[in-house]
């Protein structure tokens, strides 16, 4: 009965401070959930599926360079001067487009705020987590994740819905006024959550030692690969992470291909973005509630390492034979509702047999290299598909995610023996007091740390 009133065992003195966090978060994914389809939709109703392929390629460089900068602003500013620096910042930005987001605004405009939405994301998000790991313990993390995530889970139901119930009439002036609004409860939360944090017998409270992160580094990324060669485990892992990132790339191409085509006009294609991404939203919070709990249990790590690329290629296949705006719709809604939820999971906890350094370098290595890599080929790929017909990208999809199957059972098994020669044990970490600790990322990427009782560790996006 104790565990049914107190489901995420919340202890006396954390509920204020765990519910503060969960607006922040709460806040946080719903702005990216109403900025995504407004900057996709305003995009491809005025350039095209083609021309985003362009934004993308020109966006994983702008992520890139932003994790830097955050980086070293955190470490140089403290987590608690970043958010007022950051809120700031992005309050005067959207005040900014106010005026000059139209329906069809200028090139530069248009190409600004495409840009602009993923970079919501990709800073705040690791502000978010940064700033928790300064006033929790990883005890605490550990048993108030579920109670905060689930905040970033109704965040982006909430957001999505807004845009899909509104956009059409109102066009998208009141919703860049709601993202206003949700900035400015950020800063309350945050604010809050300061006084709070340094009251005298409070259990959340500043570490002693500020928070450094680890900073960017190709010898890291180049050790990685070294690391990654000579482990078949750390292999299958980055196999893993860059077959999905072609596959996905391929599939939002079909998606924006047909979307262009079957919506005419900047808000409706808005508004049905914002349909397709609640029905995201709502999938990824019902199999994370659901599916991943009972898949993982009664069927093994395996099965939920094959759940996205099984689902990837039977709509893959399914659009090859109707490349329709419907079918369409599947492939996003199933990858990234299936990728929030049970894939990262299932991914991430493939990496609890290895070392933190080992982790460190092979992410390096990954975010510097493998996934750009990736990224770039399924572009290329794509283009190459533009006069041929962007269905007939679905026998590649559907080759590469059999592939990924062998590999991911293969993972699978390898995870069950402890991960070969990837690194140390589980239990040789478990006793040298290293947790790891998975978040969800909106756009589907994985941020995890690993925190030690001495010293903090906080790879980067």
């Known amino acids: 009965m104790r565990s049914l009133r107190n489901p995420f065992d919340v202890r006396p003195g954390e509920l204020q401070p765990a519910l503060l966090m969960f607006g922040f978060f709460f806040s946080i994914i719903a702005v990216f959930q109403i900025l995504k389809p407004l900057k996709k939709g305003l995009f491809i109703a005025q350039f095209g599926a083609e021309h985003e392929l362009i ?18 602003l955190y470490n140089w500013l403290g987590g608690r001067r970043l958010v007022r620096f950051l809120c700031g910042f992005f309050l005067l930005t959207l005040l900014v487009f106010l005026p000059v987001l139209s329906d069809a605004p200028s090139t530069i405009v248009n190409y600004t705020f495409y840009l602009f939405g993923d970079l919501w994301s990709t800073v705040w998000v690791a502000i978010f987590w940064a700033f928790l790991n300064e006033v929790s313990t990883t005890e605490q993390s550990e048993r108030l994740y ?32 709601l993202c206003l609004g949700f900035t400015g409860l950020i800063l309350l939360f945050t604010w809050r959550i300061d006084r709070l944090v340094q009251r005298s017998g409070t259990p959340m409270v500043y570490r002693e030692q500020p928070l450094r992160l680890e900073k960017v580094k190709v010898l890291s990324a180049l050790d990685g690969a070294r690391l990654v060669v000579k482990s078949k485990y750390l292999l299958s892992i980055v196999a893993i992470l860059a077959l999905y990132e072609f596959c996905s790339q391929i599939l939002d191409f ?24 609640l029905a995201t939203n709502i999938l990824a919070f ?34 090859c034979l109707d490349p329709s705006l419907l079918m369409g719709s599947l492939l996003i809604i199933s990858d990234n509702g299936l990728n929030y939820s049970i894939n990262q999971t299932s991914r991430e906890m493939l990496f609890v ?34 006069l041929i017909g962007v269905r007939w990208l679905s026998p590649f999809t559907v080759a590469i995610a059999a592939v990924w199957i062998w590999i991911a059972l293969s993972a699978g098994r390898h995870f069950r023996s402890g991960g070969g020669q990837a690194g140390e044990s589980t239990a040789q970490v478990e006793k040298r007091g290293v947790f790891q600790i998975v978040y969800p990322h909106p756009k589907g990427k994985h941020f995890s740390k690993f925190r030690e009782e001495v010293t903090p560790y906080l790879p980067p996006l």
Do not use: C, E
Not at 55 to 72: E, L, Q, R
Not at 295 to 315: D, F, V
């Open 146 to 177: 579920g109670l905060i995530g689930t905040g970033g889970l109704l965040g982006g139901v909430t957001g999505s819905a807004l845009v899909a119930g509104t956009v059409r009439t109102y066009s998208s002036a009141p919703l860049i006024w």
């Open 55 to 72: 934004a993308k390629g020109i966006n994983i460089d702008v992520a890139f360079s932003a994790m830097i900068a955050f980086t070293y």
């Open 254 to 277: 079909q998606f924006s291909s047909v979307l262009a085509k079957a919506v005419a006009g900047g808000r409706n294609m808005q508004a049905y973005l914002g349909s397709v991404y």
């Open 286 to 319: 019902a199999s994370q509630l659901i599916l991943t709990t009972l898949l993982l249990k009664r069927s093994g790590h395996g099965a939920g390492l094959i759940i996205l690329p099984a689902a990837m290629s039977l709509t893959s296949a399914a659009f």
């Open 353 to 386: 047999p290895t070392s933190s350094d080992a982790q460190y370098k092979a992410r390096a290595f990954t975010n510097m290299f493998v996934q750009r890599l990736a990224k770039g080929a399924a572009t290329l790929l794509s283009a190459a598909f533009i």
